[in-house]
């Protein structure tokens, strides 16, 4: 690392403690202002009631489950207000001339949970791990499941996408997919809300990747970190290059905010979208006023398998795009991409399970068993760097 | 019928000046759609034909074209959300 990064990761300890604070900072006007944007759509026209949107956005009231009417209740997470309804808890907070409420809501609930539910699953699982090794030499039960999961997640989608010495992007990697994933299921479940269908709640997390992937490239790449935003090609013949810059330094500018915008847009698009539907086909029984043979209850279960895995594949995506920006960055955007394999120095290109370790037509490929022939070498090389590097 | 209350429906949303937002909004999001189901087509169609060249390649062959699949529908998603929001706004 260069003199200077180095000075630069002294002042900031390491990229990710400082996005988190940055993004905690920002998170929650982003929250309160975007849950308030999200619930001012008009709810119903001027006969038909709506039975969509409330089951979509954020509200201020929680609604317990039971199994018969006398102790299933919706729990107001805020004030009785005099009409009626449920009122935030706190005033809004005035940040200059912005009002930010930060009272809780239904997604700031399920947000905790899946926090929870993350840090129990994970640490309960960690600490299994380490009993198991030491009693009986492999782990075993549910705790092998999350390990097979932690550790597809860290040879195959952030230690070959972030670039070398990707070891200290993995937590974020991990953290990233397991909340998503939590948060998304959540949702799934009656009575749960889905809080990544919050564009609040994906815009933070896509603000948290943005500043991680941001100072991890200043860190990597020192002064040359300008010339990811400043485009000066050394390339080009002398007269181009100014022309090269005004034209293309726009692009730079807008090519780095697109990418988490994009982010979280996608994230909370496929969230939201799948719940529209299913609450439309859902809907369609009331439109009729009649059960309709089951039809609309089958095509809902069909969308619902198809959220189940719609759940697990934007959470992949996610890290994996977020795993992939950081690697752009701290290569300096020379050689990798999604299509490098390699001999390009330095790093060698990406040597993720993308487009493999085989070259031009698959020559030179190991044939590759899905499960059992090379899982072995690689839970042995992971345990080996674990206990000998930090 | 039942059929006659939602065309009912459908005729007076349509006979008031919002009726033309809501079929604008419609409209946007089917064509948006449109686009996806062609990209992510040709997706599923270069990946089989890949898997029935190379069949040991096949496994990496599938992540690819799921990955390709999600970023696709990640841009068909913006033009329903903007679909979603004008309907919101109606």
């Known amino acids: 690392m260069r003199p200077s990064g180095r000075i630069l990761a002294s002042l900031f300890r390491t990229p990710i403690a400082l996005g988190v604070t940055v993004a905690m900072a920002l998170m929650a006007p982003a929250l309160a202002t975007g849950g308030r944007l999200l619930a001012q759509e008009p709810a119903a026209a001027e006969k038909p009631v709506d039975y969509i949107t409330p089951h979509i956005t954020d509200s201020y009231e929680l609604e317990i489950p039971w199994v018969n009417s006398h102790f299933a209740k919706e729990v107001c997470l805020g004030h009785h207000e005099p009409n009626g309804h449920c009122g935030p808890l706190w005033g809004p907070v005035h940040i200059g001339s912005l009002e930010v409420n930060l009272s809780p809501t239904k997604h700031v609930v399920f947000m905790l949970l899946s926090a929870a539910v993350a840090i129990v699953i994970l640490v309960g699982s960690a600490q299994a791990q380490r009993r198991h090794q030491k009693e009986a030499g492999h782990v075993k039960g549910f705790a092998g499941g999350i390990e097979a999961m932690v550790l597809y997640l860290r040879n195959e989608v952030v230690l070959p996408n972030v670039g070398p010495h990707g070891d200290k992007y993995v937590p974020f990697g991990l953290t990233l997919f397991f909340f998503i994933l939590l948060m998304n299921l959540f949702g799934l479940i009656p009575y749960g809300a889905t809080a990544t269908g919050n564009i609040a709640v994906t815009a933070t997390l896509a603000i948290i990747t943005l500043v991680v992937v941001e100072v991890s490239g200043m860190i990597a790449q020192g002064p040359g970190y300008l010339g990811t935003i400043f485009y000066w090609n050394k390339d080009l013949p002398l007269f181009m290059r100014p022309i090269m810059f005004v034209v293309m330094t726009p692009v730079e500018f807008i090519s780095k905010l697109s990418k988490p915008f994009a982010l979280a847009i996608r994230l909370f698009a496929n969230m939201t979208a799948g719940h529209i539907v299913v609450l439309a086909l859902i809907g369609l029984i009331f439109a009729f006023k009649s059960l309709a043979s089951g039809a609309p209850f089958i095509m809902a279960v069909a969308i619902m398998a198809l959220e189940l895995f719609v759940a697990l594949l934007q959470a992949y995506i996610f890290t994996l795009l977020s795993s992939v920006f950081i690697g752009l960055l701290r290569e300096g955007g020379h050689s990798s991409g999604i299509g490098n394999t390699g001999n390009g120095e330095p790093g060698t290109g990406n040597r993720g399970s993308l487009l493999g370790k085989q070259g031009f037509r698959g020559e030179g490929a190991p044939t590759r068993k899905w499960y059992p022939a090379e899982w072995p070498e690689k839970l042995v090389e992971a345990r080996a760097s674990v206990t000998s590097s930090a | ?90």
């Open chain 2, 1 to 90: 019928m039942t059929m006659y209350s939602l065309l009912q429906v459908a005729a007076e949303a349509a006979s008031n000046s919002r009726g033309l937002g809501f079929i604008g909004a419609g409209l946007g999001a089917g064509l948006a759609v449109i686009g996806a189901g062609i990209g992510i087509g040709r997706i599923g169609g270069s990946a089989a034909e890949g898997m029935a060249r190379q069949p040991e390649a096949g496994g990496r062959i599938q992540t690819a074209a799921l990955i390709f699949a999600a970023l696709i529908e990640g841009v068909a998603l913006f033009g329903a959300v903007i679909a979603y929001q004008i309907q919101g706004k109606l």
